[in-house]
């Protein structure tokens, strides 16, 4: 009898995990009170902290905060680098990812991506005056760029003669390019310009040459949970339906958005 019971209390409790397990995420959030988003704390304008107020701020916290908003829920952040997003993300460590990640067909074996919410292109970062006007001007020459990103991988496609230096995060590439280590940085321009912007002396630096590749940000979320995939989506929509999202683009990029971008709204 006392077999039985334990035997009994043991499926009893597998039954209760699982079901816990294949809760979704919608639910799980709701459970806890709060929404744990991946973000980037050293990315000027996308993540960063605020010199005065010391909270992170930045695009994509933005986007965390409304779509936590429509969840009924707080926001919390846990800062990701672009090498362990995607496994913070895999281990449930994070609910989601918003960190100027570039959805493509590679990351997307692992997890699954938001509608684009941002669209960018990768460039180069260069000292003015430096004569460096291109990719093509790379080579042979040492560029900087961060571990895990797409243009690590990019810049070895567009000039293979560039020695290719890999750091954690952006501000370490920029002070490696400021101490003469490299003679470039590249990644997204948006992340260039916050770079240059957030510099003492911005005059100092250019934005360089076409883009190497275009990098649209999708949001990271879990893979196969198709209800929480649909109504970030539709937070998404509505962010750009409401005009929220046109008004912190302006805030944190500086200029309206360019003529003729849309995010991808579908009818309601
Ligand atoms: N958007 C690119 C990527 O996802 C570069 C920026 C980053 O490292 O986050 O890899």
Redesign the pocket.
Known sequence: MKRLVIILALVLSFMFAASIASAGKIEDVKAKGVLTCGV?DS?NLFGFIDADSKELVGFDIDICKYIASKLGVKTEFKVVT?KN?IPMLVQGSVDMVA????HKFSRDEQIDFSITYFM?G?KILVKKGSGIASAADLANKKVG??K?????KNIKNAQPKAHVISYDE?PQAFMALKQGKVKAVT??SG?LAGLKAGDDNPEKWEIAGEFIAS?P?GLGLPQNDSAFRDFVNKCLNEMWLDGTYQKLFKKWMGYDLPEGWTIELWPM
């Open positions: 980037k990315v672009s997003r960190a100027t990640m570039t960018d990768q760029t961060v895990g990103s797409t243009s690590e952006y990644t997204d992340i990098e940000y």
